[in-house]
Protein backbone atom coordinates (compact mmCIF):
# COMPACT_ATOMS: atom_id res chain seq x y z
CA UNK A 1 0.00 0.00 0.00
CA UNK A 2 1.04 3.54 -0.34
CA UNK A 3 1.65 6.22 1.99
CA UNK A 4 1.20 9.81 2.10
CA UNK A 5 3.93 12.50 1.18
CA UNK A 6 5.06 14.59 3.74
CA UNK A 7 6.65 18.16 3.83
CA UNK A 8 9.00 19.46 6.19
CA UNK A 9 8.12 20.70 9.34
CA UNK A 10 4.77 18.57 8.95
CA UNK A 11 5.85 14.60 9.48
CA UNK A 12 3.68 12.91 12.09
CA UNK A 13 5.72 12.45 15.32
CA UNK A 14 7.19 15.92 14.78
CA UNK A 15 4.35 17.97 14.53
CA UNK A 16 1.77 18.96 17.72
CA UNK A 17 -0.86 16.79 16.42
CA UNK A 18 -1.49 13.71 14.37
CA UNK A 19 -4.67 12.32 12.97
CA UNK A 20 -4.65 9.01 10.70
CA UNK A 21 -8.26 7.86 9.18
CA UNK A 22 -8.50 4.76 6.97
CA UNK A 23 -11.28 3.38 5.37
CA UNK A 24 -11.42 0.13 2.79
CA UNK A 25 -14.51 -1.18 0.89
CA UNK A 26 -15.66 -3.08 -1.75
CA UNK A 27 -17.70 -2.09 -4.50
CA UNK A 28 -17.05 1.35 -5.15
CA UNK A 29 -13.41 2.88 -7.15
CA UNK A 30 -11.52 6.21 -6.92
CA UNK A 31 -13.31 7.32 -9.61
CA UNK A 32 -17.00 6.80 -7.45
CA UNK A 33 -14.97 8.88 -4.76
CA UNK A 34 -12.48 12.07 -6.33
CA UNK A 35 -15.39 13.80 -7.39
CA UNK A 36 -17.02 14.22 -4.26
CA UNK A 37 -13.28 14.94 -2.32
CA UNK A 38 -12.00 16.99 -5.27
CA UNK A 39 -15.33 19.29 -5.37
CA UNK A 40 -15.44 21.30 -1.99
CA UNK A 41 -18.82 22.64 -2.58
CA UNK A 42 -19.94 18.95 -2.51
CA UNK A 43 -18.28 18.72 1.15
CA UNK A 44 -21.37 20.11 3.08
CA UNK A 45 -23.44 17.06 1.38
CA UNK A 46 -21.82 14.30 3.30
CA UNK A 47 -20.09 16.06 5.57
CA UNK A 48 -21.38 18.28 8.48
CA UNK A 49 -18.14 19.88 9.77
CA UNK A 50 -17.36 21.40 6.17
CA UNK A 51 -18.89 24.61 5.60
CA UNK A 52 -18.45 28.23 3.55
CA UNK A 53 -16.70 26.87 1.12
CA UNK A 54 -15.21 29.41 -1.79
CA UNK A 55 -12.01 29.73 -3.52
CA UNK A 56 -9.64 32.77 -4.45
CA UNK A 57 -8.53 34.27 -7.85
CA UNK A 58 -11.62 33.41 -9.99
CA UNK A 59 -11.11 29.64 -9.27
CA UNK A 60 -13.10 26.38 -8.88
CA UNK A 61 -15.02 24.89 -8.62
CA UNK A 62 -13.01 21.86 -8.57
CA UNK A 63 -9.41 21.53 -6.96
CA UNK A 64 -6.25 21.86 -8.49
CA UNK A 65 -2.32 22.21 -8.31
CA UNK A 66 -1.94 25.24 -5.85
CA UNK A 67 -5.10 26.70 -5.99
CA UNK A 68 -6.12 28.60 -2.70
CA UNK A 69 -9.72 28.32 -1.48
CA UNK A 70 -11.50 29.09 2.19
CA UNK A 71 -13.51 26.72 4.51
CA UNK A 72 -14.81 26.07 8.20
CA UNK A 73 -13.97 23.05 10.02
CA UNK A 74 -14.17 22.32 13.74
CA UNK A 75 -14.93 25.73 14.53
CA UNK A 76 -11.95 27.04 12.80
CA UNK A 77 -11.90 29.44 9.69
CA UNK A 78 -9.22 28.23 7.18
CA UNK A 79 -7.27 29.50 4.36
CA UNK A 80 -5.93 26.56 2.27
CA UNK A 81 -3.82 26.36 -0.17
CA UNK A 82 -3.38 22.54 -2.49
CA UNK A 83 -0.06 21.72 -2.57
CA UNK A 84 -0.45 17.93 -4.25
CA UNK A 85 -3.50 17.41 -7.17
CA UNK A 86 -2.69 13.55 -8.67
CA UNK A 87 -5.97 12.34 -10.74
CA UNK A 88 -7.12 9.40 -10.54
CA UNK A 89 -5.26 7.07 -13.37
CA UNK A 90 -4.48 3.36 -13.59
CA UNK A 91 -0.43 3.97 -12.99
CA UNK A 92 -1.19 5.51 -9.47
CA UNK A 93 -2.86 6.38 -6.53
CA UNK A 94 -4.69 9.61 -6.41
CA UNK A 95 -3.54 12.02 -4.17
CA UNK A 96 -4.31 15.51 -2.58
CA UNK A 97 -3.54 17.68 -0.34
CA UNK A 98 -3.83 20.98 1.29
CA UNK A 99 -2.12 23.57 3.53
CA UNK A 100 -4.18 25.23 5.80
CA UNK A 101 -3.89 27.90 8.53
CA UNK A 102 -6.27 29.50 10.72
CA UNK A 103 -5.82 32.40 13.34
CA UNK A 104 -2.64 34.20 14.25
CA UNK A 105 0.39 35.12 17.20
CA UNK A 106 -0.60 32.42 19.70
CA UNK A 107 -3.30 30.95 17.98
CA UNK A 108 -2.31 30.41 15.04
CA UNK A 109 -3.36 26.55 13.57
CA UNK A 110 -1.34 25.31 10.73
CA UNK A 111 -2.37 22.37 8.91
CA UNK A 112 -1.14 19.66 6.52
CA UNK A 113 -4.44 17.55 5.10
CA UNK A 114 -3.37 15.05 2.57
CA UNK A 115 -5.81 12.37 1.00
CA UNK A 116 -4.87 9.06 -0.62
CA UNK A 117 -7.04 6.37 -2.76
CA UNK A 118 -6.23 3.66 -3.78
CA UNK A 119 -7.65 0.93 -5.68
CA UNK A 120 -7.23 -2.63 -4.59
CA UNK A 121 -8.74 -4.67 -6.85
CA UNK A 122 -12.05 -4.70 -6.21
CA UNK A 123 -11.68 -3.24 -2.70
CA UNK A 124 -10.80 0.76 -2.22
CA UNK A 125 -8.49 2.02 -0.06
CA UNK A 126 -9.36 5.51 1.59
CA UNK A 127 -6.35 6.95 3.87
CA UNK A 128 -6.39 10.63 5.26
CA UNK A 129 -3.89 12.25 7.19
CA UNK A 130 -3.71 15.68 9.00
CA UNK A 131 -0.86 16.91 10.56
CA UNK A 132 -1.23 20.45 12.73
CA UNK A 133 1.54 22.80 14.30
CA UNK A 134 0.26 25.75 17.08
CA UNK A 135 -1.14 26.24 20.39
CA UNK A 136 -4.65 24.92 19.23
CA UNK A 137 -3.02 21.99 17.81
CA UNK A 138 -1.36 20.84 21.46
CA UNK A 139 -4.92 21.69 23.06
CA UNK A 140 -6.41 19.39 20.33
CA UNK A 141 -3.96 16.40 21.05
CA UNK A 142 -5.04 16.45 24.42
CA UNK A 143 -8.69 16.30 24.04
CA UNK A 144 -10.45 13.01 24.35
CA UNK A 145 -12.14 11.97 22.71
CA UNK A 146 -10.24 13.02 19.83
CA UNK A 147 -12.02 15.68 17.74
CA UNK A 148 -9.83 15.01 14.56
CA UNK A 149 -10.40 11.12 14.86
CA UNK A 150 -13.33 11.39 15.17
CA UNK A 151 -14.44 14.48 12.74
CA UNK A 152 -12.03 12.44 9.87
CA UNK A 153 -13.96 9.37 10.51
CA UNK A 154 -17.17 10.78 10.14
CA UNK A 155 -15.87 12.52 6.62
CA UNK A 156 -15.16 9.57 5.04
CA UNK A 157 -18.28 7.41 6.48
CA UNK A 158 -19.93 10.61 4.70
CA UNK A 159 -17.70 10.14 1.68
CA UNK A 160 -18.28 6.80 1.04
CA UNK A 161 -21.88 6.53 1.71
CA UNK A 162 -22.37 9.46 -0.87
CA UNK A 163 -20.30 7.56 -3.30
CA UNK A 164 -23.16 4.36 -3.10
CA UNK A 165 -25.90 6.51 -3.33
CA UNK A 166 -24.47 8.22 -6.72
CA UNK A 167 -23.97 4.68 -7.89
CA UNK A 168 -27.74 2.93 -6.93
Not at 28 to 52: H, K, M, R
Not at 121 to 146: F, S, V, W, Y
Not at 155 to 165: F, H, P, Q
Amino acid sequence: MNAIFWPEGYIPGFCDNFASNEVIVAGLCVADIWPLLNTPSLWPTYYENAADIRFYDGKGPELAQDVRFYFTTFGFPVDAQVTEHVAPSADEPARLAWHGCSGEGEKRLDVHHAWLLEDMGGRLRILTQETQNGNPAKELAKTTPDPMINGHQAWLKGLVAAARARKA
